[in-house]
């Protein structure tokens, strides 16, 4: 097996093993709160899906099922889009020399396929819920691009080996722990997940998921939950060294770490309230945004003064 065919093999192998227990951990938090054992928690994810694939898809009146169909299967491929940059092992499948800009280029594809699950149902919870995503997301995205802009500049590239190299010494979310907290909530925004998903609200009856049904929103749910590891994946690589570490090799320390951040993640969910739309774009044009640039500032400066040692 070549170098590229063992990258690709680890990095649909991590993620799919990654979504399936990020989906156990979370059936577990959620069985906790209604008295379920742990065991029957951790079954939960194969029920439902099991459920899913024997329902029938549903319909409705003048559906565009083509955008309605490729809105579901693009949240699925994206993860694995924004994996390819990763270096997951001794090498990442596609070792770009712009990886940040391939990731948060990823990111947005998200955009239009959350706005296409909501449209193409044509049905007015579904649009709602579309259009309340892509202000959420227009709230995290700058916020989110100064953020992956910061250690960048620290590193000097743009590359995500490099920066993993370039963290040997020291994780960079300890010296910018303001561009790792706004990325980590750019993750948990472009998942459609937990404090950030009013797109799938229950004010909405659903949101963009009012409509689906069957498979079609197996692959919705799947895709939450790629999305959310690929996302962790990359916050690993960028803000906490990657595979630096004592003792384990390189693709197990980002594996631990991963699952670590992408465990965090899930509990958010549990944990957090769901922000109004109105309220989270306060935060974020008002908090986040100047909170990112500040943060840039502030390395820029460190990097022309001296590193740190």
């Known amino acids: 097996m070549t170098s590229g065919t063992g990258a690709v093999v680890l990095t649909l192998v991590a993620l799919v093993a990654g979504g399936l227990l990020a ?10 709160s209604v008295g379920v054992t742990v065991r029957d928690g951790l079954t939960l994810p194969v029920a439902e899906s099991a459920r899913l694939l024997r329902q029938r898809r549903r319909t409705t009146i003048g559906a565009d099922a083509l955008l309605w169909r490729i809105g579901g299967i693009g949240l699925v491929l994206t993860p694995l889009v924004m994996l390819a940059v990763v270096p997951l092992g001794p090498a990442p499948v596609l070792d770009s020399p712009v990886g940040v800009v391939w990731f948060n280029a990823a990111d947005v594809l998200v955009w239009a396929f959350v706005w ?18 892509l202000a959420s997301a227009l709230t995290y995205e700058l916020p989110l691009m100064f953020a992956l802009t910061t250690p960048a500049v620290a590193a000097g590239s743009l590359r995500v080996s490099d920066l993993v190299a370039a963290q040997q010494s020291l994780p960079y979310a300890l ?36 409509e689906l049904s069957g498979p079609d929103r197996l692959l919705v749910q799947a895709g939450r939950y790629l999305l959310l590891v690929a996302g962790a994946a990359f916050v690993v690589a960028v803000f906490l060294g990657g595979g630096n570490g004592p003792l384990l090799p390189g693709w197990a320390w980002t594996l631990v770490k991963t699952a670590v951040l992408t465990a965090v993640l899930v509990a958010v969910r549990r944990r957090a309230a769901l922000l109004r739309p109105d309220r989270f774009l306060e935060v974020g044009w ?24």
Not at 23 to 32: C, D, Q
């Open 23 to 32: 989906a156990a951990f979370h059936g577990v938090l959620s069985g906790r």
């Open 116 to 133: 296409l699950v909501g449209w193409g149902a044509n049905s007015v919870y579904g649009l709602v819920g579309g259009y309340r995503f």
């Open 286 to 309: 008002l908090v986040l945004l100047p909170a990112a640039l500040l943060q840039l500032l502030v390395v820029s400066i460190v990097v022309v003064v001296g590193a740190p040692s």
């Open 175 to 210: 010296w910018m722990p303001v561009a790792f907290l706004i990325t980590c909530v750019g993750v948990v925004g472009f998942s459609v997940w937990g404090p950030l998903s009013p797109a799938a609200g229950r004010d909405l009856a659903g949101g963009v998921l009012a």
